[in-house]
């Protein structure tokens, strides 16, 4: 029993150690050496939305600090409108000789080979939207599981879908894909000062102070994430 304390010990002392390297690197000239696959979940199918110039603004921070983002936006013609109608059977519940629709499989390969998550998720009665459920249901925990994820909420009013974050939390948990602490929220969403000129969150606003911490924890715990499921994988 001593010996397999020790053994556990030695284990998480290395881990720790791995996550202090991860924590210092920083990206060159040309982005990270390693980037981050980062998959965006856009959980609004409204036809007059503001979660689009949401994701666009997440999105634009998470590649300039060198990682990759791809989207999965229900509205994207790229899926053929298959998830703007309700889920009718998920993906993992297609037998091996069934034929997966296209737009699903090609959805399936993407958040399987995600490092991690943001949702971009309005509030809708105080809590998550449907379109987001509707989306990520479709794929089991066997895909989310072991990477992290992050929170950004929005809504019309003065308290960012904060409600709906919380939520989020026991949902995104509940997948596998554990949420960071820092969460974004942007209130009053729909108002002319939320964007500046070139359509992004004023760098001085709270906002986009929200968003970079929030992106700064989802990239150190997605790294450290990465790490243990590429030390798994040589066990």
Not at 33 to 44: A, C, H, R
Not at 123 to 140: D, Q, R, V
Request: aromatic content about 8%.
């Amino acid at each position: 029993e001593k010996k397999m304390l020790r053994g556990s010990r030695n284990i998480i002392i290395s881990k720790i150690k791995h996550c202090r390297w991860l924590s210092s690197i920083k990206p060159n000239s040309e982005g990270y050496n390693d980037p981050l696959e980062i998959v965006m979940f856009v959980g609004s199918s409204r036809k007059k939305r503001i979660g689009g110039k949401v994701a666009d603004c997440i999105g634009h921070e998470i590649k300039k600090r060198g990682h990759k983002l791809k989207i999965l936006d229900p509205r994207d013609e790229a899926h053929e409108g298959f998830f703007m109608t309700l889920m009718e059977k998920a993906y993992f519940h297609y037998g091996k000789e069934e034929e997966v629709p296209p737009p699903l499989e090609a959805a399936a390969q993407i958040v399987r080979a995600a490092d991690a998550y943001v949702v971009v998720c309005p509030e809708y009665n105080h809590t998550i939207s449907p379109a987001l459920t509707n989306t990520m249901n479709f794929f089991g925990g066997s895909m989310y599981k072991n990477k992290a994820s992050g929170i950004a909420t929005y809504s019309a009013g003065m308290w960012g879908g904060s409600r709906c974050g919380v939520a989020l939390r026991a949902y995104l948990a509940e997948l596998g894909c554990l949420p960071v602490s820092a969460t974004m929220q942007l209130s009053g969403a729909w108002k002319k000062d939320t964007f500046d000129s070139n359509g992004l969150f004023p760098e001085s606003s709270t906002t986009n102070m929200l968003q970079n911490r929030m992106i700064d924890q989802l990239v150190w715990t997605a790294e450290a994430l990465r790490e243990a499921r590429r030390g798994d994988e040589e066990n």
